[in-house]
C-alpha cells in the first residue's frame, strides 16, 4: 500500500471551512483515495473516497490533484462536532491490497 | 439502522486468561476486519476475512491470538492465554463485496483490559 503524510494537527474556526491536506505521491494507477475520522472514543467512521475526479457528499468534499499525488478534504462549514483525527488512506482493490491500513492522521480541533 | 455490533464493550481480565471478542457483521457484507487500537502503535489491522475464509492475519500475534468466522454472522478474536500488552480497544469492521470499492462499517470496539 502507498504511504501517506498528514500534518499532525490543525486547527480551524467553527463555521469556516476545513481544508486537510495529504500526500501520497507513491499512489498506483488503481489505488483509491480514502477519508475516515474517528472521534474520541469512537469507532472510525467513513467520510469519503475517490480515484481521480473530485468527490463530494454530505459530509464533505474530496479534492484530488491531477497527478493524484495529494488529496484535500474539505468540511465546508466545521462544527465542534467535527473534532476528531482524520485519516487519509490509499487502499487498492481485490485480494490483499483490499485491507485498510490506518496512519497516524491529522487531529483537527474546532475551535468555538 | 444498521450497525457493526461488538461484545463484550469492556473487558478486564488478568493476566493468562482467555478471552474471547464478538463480532456481528452487518447482515449481507461479506467482508470482516479485525483492528486492535493503542496510544503507542494506533489503528493496527489485525486480521481480514472475506466471505468467511481468512485473506490476511499477517498483523495477528499467531502464538496467542486466533480469529475465526464460525458462520457469517459471527466473527470472533480469541486471545490465549492473554498478557498485560494485549490490553486495547479492539474494533471490527465489515463491508461488501469482492475487491469492493467503499466504505467500512466499523463497531463501537472492545475494550481490553489485561492486568
Known amino acids: 500500500d502507498a504511504k501517506t503524510t498528514q500534518p499532525p494537527s490543525m486547527d480551524c474556526a467553527e463555521g469556516r471551512a476545513a481544508n486537510l491536506p495529504c500526500n501520497h505521491s507513491t499512489i498506483s494507477g488503481n489505488e483509491y483515495v480514502y477519508w475516515y475520522r474517528q472521534i474520541h472514543s469512537q469507532g472510525p467512521q467513513y467520510i469519503i473516497h475517490g480515484l481521480k475526479n473530485n468527490e463530494t457528499n454530505e459530509m464533505a468534499s474530496l479534492i484530488i490533484t491531477e497527478d493524484r499525488k495529494s488529496s484535500t478534504l474539505i468540511l465546508p462549514h466545521a462544527t465542534l462536532r467535527d473534532t476528531a483525527v482524520y485519516y487519509c488512506?490509499?487502499?487498492?482493490?481485490?485480494?490483499?491490497?483490499?485491507?485498510?491500513?490506518f496512519g497516524t492522521g491529522t487531529l483537527l480541533a474546532v475551535q468555538p | 439502522d444498521a450497525r457493526v455490533t461488538q461484545t463484550p464493550r469492556h473487558k478486564v481480565t488478568e493476566m493468562g486468561q482467555e478471552v474471547t471478542m464478538r463480532c456481528q457483521p452487518i447482515?449481507?457484507?461479506?467482508?470482516v476486519f479485525w483492528y486492535r487500537q493503542t496510544m503507542m502503535q494506533g489503528l493496527e489491522l489485525l486480521a481480514y476475512f472475506r466471505n468467511r475464509a481468512p485473506l490476511d492475519d499477517s498483523g495477528m500475534p499467531k502464538d496467542r491470538f486466533s480469529a475465526e468466522m464460525p458462520d457469517a454472522t459471527l466473527a470472533t478474536l480469541k486471545i490465549q492465554p492473554s498478557e498485560p500488552r494485549d490490553s486495547a480497544v479492539y474494533f471490527c469492521a465489515s463491508g461488501r463485496g469482492q475487491g469492493a470499492v467503499g466504505e467500512l462499517f466499523f463497531g463501537e470496539g472492545s475494550r481490553l483490559t489485561v492486568l
Open positions: 447482515l449481507g457484507h461479506n467482508t
Open positions: 488512506i490509499v487502499r487498492g482493490i481485490g485480494g490483499a491490497t483490499n485491507k485498510l491500513i
